[in-house]
Every structure is written in structure tokens, then in C-alpha cells.
């Protein structure tokens, strides 16, 4: 129980572009998402926490109208890059928790995406 | 604001041999989780171990368990008979309320030896 699934798993986008990201739990009510990102070699930096239907709330010095988070249901979010460029290659990684759970302090993690922009 | 240190960027083991990664952190809660997180190459992040600070007993899973200093707001892990499938980084990781954020260390590379 209690996974989480991310896609996709790579992409490649042009410089400029925008791609989407999606998060999903899969049998669970997930009704709060976090995503992080991580560089190599480098621990996991919170980008931002969602709670589903709400807006999400942004870390310091994330730009919330690069990164949009969208948390329409208790299944799935999203992470849209928008005008990627390549500083914004790294690995985005989205973890869930059920606040309602039997384990609500508990993050379950999706497997990450590798996000390479050129 | 949480902080959560460790201080080991590096460590190796030989195989079945035990291995210890430190962590120490910082918190002005009386109530938190402490954590320590598996990445393996695939990079999907695999709890290990988890720690209620309100619990004094240390907690155990198998051949992992972690010495739980509160007062000193130290919270290593210990890996007995190593294994080559431990290799991985190693991330502590603490969290100050239920479900609230994790903060994480900035990970202990482990390298097992055969």
C-alpha cells in the first residue's frame, strides 16, 4: 500500500517551453503533496506544500509563477514548469501524506523526475 | 525552524561488518519525528527508520536502529551485518508536527565493500 507514482520518470524540453509533471497517489487519499527538487549529490530542497483544493504554499525564494502547483483532487497534483530554461534541469521529486491515515505523519515518496532542459 | 546536521558526507563498510551515520538536529518542539531516509541509485527515496522523540526507547527494524539521544538532540543509525544492496545516500530527516514538512540533512554517502 500507500504509493505513489510520478510521470513521467524523464523528460527533455526545449529552453523556453513549458512541462508538466503529474503526482498521483495511488491508493490513498493523499491530502497533502510536497515537492521537492534535488541537484546531484544534494540533499531534497522543499519547493512547496499543497493541501488538496487549496492554493499551494511556496517556500522562500521559489518562484510561484515558474513553478505552478495544482492539487485538484485527493489523487493527483501537478508541477508545471512554465519557460523552462536550463537552470531548471534537475530532479523533481513529490511525496504525499493522508492527513486522515493511520500513519498521517508519515510522507510516502514518488520515484522522482529527471527534468532536463536544453 | 528546524535544522537537522550530518556531519559524515562519506562513509564505507565492509560487508557484514556494522557501520554508524550520525545526525544531530535542532528544534524548539517537545513533539516530532525524527527519520532516516534510504536513496539508492534509482533515487526513490525508502524510509528506514522512524523515531517518535516522546517514545525513549530507540527504534529497531531488522538489522537497522537508531541511538536516540534527546538531550542532546542526537539520533544516529546503526547498520548491522552490512549488507552490498545498503549502499546508498542516507538522509536524516526531522519533523517538528504530524504531517507538517521534513527537513532533511544533507546526506551521508555510504558505500558498502565486498
Known amino acids: ?118 | 525552524a528546524q535544522t537537522v546536521t550530518q556531519s559524515q558526507p562519506e562513509m564505507s563498510v565492509q560487508e557484514a561488518e556494522t557501520v554508524t551515520l550520525s545526525c544531530t538536529y535542532d528544534t524548539s518542539e517537545s513533539d516530532y519525528y525524527l527519520f532516516w531516509y534510504k536513496q539508492p541509485p534509482s533515487r526513490q527515496m525508502i524510509l528506514v527508520i522512524r523515531q517518535e522523540a516522546y517514545k525513549q526507547q530507540n527504534a529497531t527494524e531488522n538489522r537497522f536502529s537508531v541511538n536516540f539521544q534527546k538531550a542532546a538532540k542526537s539520533f544516529s543509525l546503526k547498520i548491522s551485518d552490512s549488507q552490498l544492496g545498503d549502499a546508498a545516500m542516507y538522509f536524516c530527516a526531522s519533523q517538528e508536527t504530524s504531517g507538517s514538512r521534513l527537513t532533511f540533512g544533507e546526506g551521508t554517502q555510504l558505500t558498502v565493500n565486498p
Open chain 1, 1 to 118: 500500500g500507500a504509493v505513489v507514482s510520478q510521470h513521467p520518470s524523464r523528460v527533455i524540453c526545449k529552453s523556453g517551453t513549458s512541462v508538466k509533471i503529474e503526482c498521483r497517489s495511488l491508493d490513498f487519499q493523499a491530502t497533502t503533496m510536497f515537492w521537492y527538487r534535488q541537484f546531484p549529490k544534494q540533499s531534497l530542497m522543499l519547493m512547496a506544500t499543497s493541501n488538496e483544493g487549496s492554493k499551494a504554499t511556496y517556500e522562500q525564494g521559489v518562484e510561484k509563477d515558474k513553478f505552478l502547483i495544482n492539487h485538484a483532487s485527493l489523487t493527483l497534483s501537478t508541477l508545471t514548469v512554465t519557460s523552462a530554461h536550463p537552470e531548471d534541469s534537475s530532479f523533481y521529486i513529490c511525496s504525499a501524506r493522508d492527513r486522515w491515515g493511520a500513519k498521517p505523519y508519515e510522507q510516502y515518496f514518488g520515484p522522482g523526475t529527471r527534468l532536463t532542459v536544453t
